[in-house]
T-cell receptor, first 112, second 112 residues
Framework: EAQVTQNPRYLITVTGKKLTVTCSQNMNHEYMSWYRQDPGLGLRQIYYSMNVEVTDKGDVPEGYKVSRKEKRNFPLILESPSPNQTSLYFC???????????FGQGTRLTVV | TQLLEQSPQFLSIQEGENLTVYCNSSSVFSSLQWYRQEPGEGPVLLVTVVTGGEVKKLKRLTFQFGDARKDSSLHITAAQPGDTGLYLCAGAAWSGYNKLIFGAGTRLAVHP
């Protein structure tokens, strides 16, 4: 079954404590991206990757890092989380950036 | 900056009513996608429209792409409680790379 798997689904952490959200896809897609979803703002792209070792900033990259060492994995790293990063995060993969995006189930992050 | 404006933001209707959701932009998109997102899940693609003026039907849902490829609409006939969810439009655009621009979404509630 084609899927994008994110972990964890829920995370509550304290300000400044580094965390990683993992994302894995099994469709051999070259393009992967991270979004955050906030009420009234829709899905905003944080970072994207067009292939292994190729990553670039999206629209709201401040405070986030990513890596793409393998095609299937695209972790999102928050080195020093702050309360304004409390949000619902989605990982997505696609054939290219403009075609159908397959989304993970989301990670609800709360930073206190 | 390319923006997609969706309206209305919220819609609460009775079962059996018809409704239309709009997605508008001043930018031209190579294609327009509609997704539905249910609570606790990631968005799932409903349809992609590619050609200006194109109309696609998916059971009781009718999707239209504007002639100039700047806007789109989703019409639901005889809405059912199972149609409840968040509807997102996304335009495929080129800005150095292919990317999806998402609207903020329309939250639909259909009451029995």
């Amino acid at each position: 079954e084609a899927q994008v798997t994110q972990n964890p689904r829920y995370l509550i952490t304290v300000t400044g404590k580094k965390l990683t959200v993992t994302c894995s896809q099994n469709m051999n897609h070259e393009y992967m991206s991270w979004y955050r979803q906030d009420p009234g703002l829709g899905l905003r792209q944080i970072y994207y990757s067009m292939n292994v070792e190729v990553t670039d900033k999206g629209d709201v990259p401040e405070g986030y890092k990513v890596s793409r060492k393998e095609k299937r994995n695209f972790p999102l790293i928050l080195e020093s989380p702050s309360p304004n990063q409390t949000s619902l995060y989605f990982c997505a993969s696609s054939f290219d950036g403009g075609t159908e995006a397959f989304f993970g189930q989301g990670t609800r992050l709360t930073v206190v | 900056t390319q923006l997609l404006e969706q309206s209305p933001q919220f819609l609460s209707i009775q079962e059996g009513e018809n409704l239309t959701v709009y997605c508008n932009s001043s930018s031209v998109f190579s294609s327009l996608q509609w997704y539905r997102q249910e609570p606790g899940e990631g968005p799932v693609l409903l349809v992609t429209v590619v050609t200006g003026g194109e109309v696609k039907k998916l059971k009781r849902l009718t999707f239209q792409f504007g002639d100039a490829r700047k806007d789109s609409s989703l019409h639901i006939t005889a809405a059912q409680p199972g149609d409840t969810g968040l509807y997102l439009c996304a335009g495929a655009a080129w800005s150095g790379y292919n990317k999806l621009i998402f609207g903020a979404g329309t939250r639909l509630a259909v009451h029995p």
